[in-house]
């Protein structure tokens, strides 16, 4: 059987969200199953997202919601509703203060992701509904990020493996 694609799409304005990505990626090329692509949401296409088994989205929070970048992209995956139905997702943020709107960022991805059909990994230790960091992230967010990554390749690997084992009805 084929591994696993995590799609990793992010913007970043000042560097602090591609950091956060990259971290995200590390942790989940640590999942040997899987093959992963990271992509600025400029370069990113709709069929990335229907090659993907998962999908982890970054935005700098910018008034309490994603980047307008990233808006118009989650925008524009109308086109293909219904293709992302099952896919495995998780979302990251980075912001300027406490309380500068990182969780409205990172919700407003996930109910994309919910809206279409998405399985979302969250944490129960810390970062329960997905990574924040406070100005530039330090060593403790990019652990959290490879956490991320790994967790979310994994359960996609998980839902892949075990499907792919079920047999027909």
């Known amino acids: 059987m084929a591994g696993v694609n995590v799609l990793v799409i992010y913007y970043s304005r000042t560097g602090t969200t591609e950091k956060m990505a990259k971290a ?3 942790g989940a090329k640590s999942v040997k199953e899987a093959k992963v692509t990271i992509k600025r949401v400029e370069e990113a296409t709709m069929d990335d997202l229907k090659e ?3 999908i982890i989205i970054g935005s700098p929070t910018y008034y309490g919601q994603m980047a307008a970048e990233v808006k118009k992209f989650v925008d524009e995956s109308v086109k293909i509703h219904g293709a992302l139905e099952g896919k495995v997702g998780g979302a990251f943020t980075s912001c300027g203060a406490m309380g ?3 969780e409205t960022t990172i919700l407003s991805i996930l109910k994309a992701m919910l809206i279409h059909g998405m399985i ?3 944490n129960p230790q810390d970062h329960h509904y997905g990574v ?3 100005g530039a992230p330090d ?5 959290a990020c490879k956490e ?3 967790r ?3 359960l996609a690997w998980r839902l892949k493996k075990n499907h792919s084992s079920l047999s027909p009805f």
């Open 152 to 154: 979310v390749a994994e």
């Open 24 to 26: 995200v990626a590390k």
């Open 52 to 54: 993907a088994d998962a």
């Open 120 to 122: 979302i990994q969250g």
């Open 100 to 102: 500068g709107g990182c």
């Open 148 to 150: 991320l990554g790994k």
């Open 132 to 134: 924040v960091s406070i």
């Open 139 to 143: 060593e403790n967010v990019l652990g």
